[in-house]
């Protein structure tokens, strides 16, 4: 049987005690659930993260319904449509700093859900490339011309060879990196 987001979503809600309304809307890449209530602060949450926590659930139920179902976005009250915006500019400007300093640009904490809108702000930004080498953080750094770079000592842990490596590999085939190693 196939997953229904919209009756599932709604089911929830009334389990939890919250009379709402839920609207279905397609995007490219999946759903949104657009809720309606009169207590959406309380669904909201401290910085989204109840909100957050319903999206999960949500998504939990219907893949235990059907595996094949697509995520789906929950929203109360435009506050992921805002966020999002918030955090798009956010990016822009701080790649917009890279481009003017030539320094790396660090944005605060965010969750992958986070980090990912901004991936795809600056996706198609050729002088700008993400780096996520550290759990939660971001930096912008500039592919283009760069400043000569003061050496950096640093301790890897397990898994930032991996991400290293690939991060070499990208810049390579872009020709914008280079990079010396000593390994004490």
Known sequence: MPAQPKVTLEKLLELLGFPATVEEHTLEDG?????????????IGRQGQTLSDLQYITNRLLFQQDQS?????????????????????KAKEGA???????????????????RRIVHH???????????????????????????????V??????GDI??????????RQRGTFSLSCRMP
């Open 69 to 89: 179902s697509p995520k789906v976005m929950v929203d109360v009250a435009g506050y992921r449509a805002q966020a999002r915006e918030a955090l798009v500019k």
């Open 31 to 43: 759903l949104l659930l657009d809720v309606k209530t009169e207590d959406s602060g309380r669904l």
């Open 121 to 151: 702000a600056l996706r198609d930004d050729p002088d700008i490339f993400n780096v996520n080498l550290r759990r939660r953080r971001l930096d912008l750094v500039q592919t283009g011309p760069v400043r000569p770079v003061t050496p």
């Open 96 to 114: 917009e700093k890279v481009r003017r300093w030539g320094d790396t640009v660090e944005l605060e904490p965010m969750s992958a859900f986070d």
């Open 153 to 158: 000592t640093a301790t890897l842990q397990q």
């Open 162 to 171: 991996e991400r290293i490596g690939t991060i070499v590999n990208v810049c």
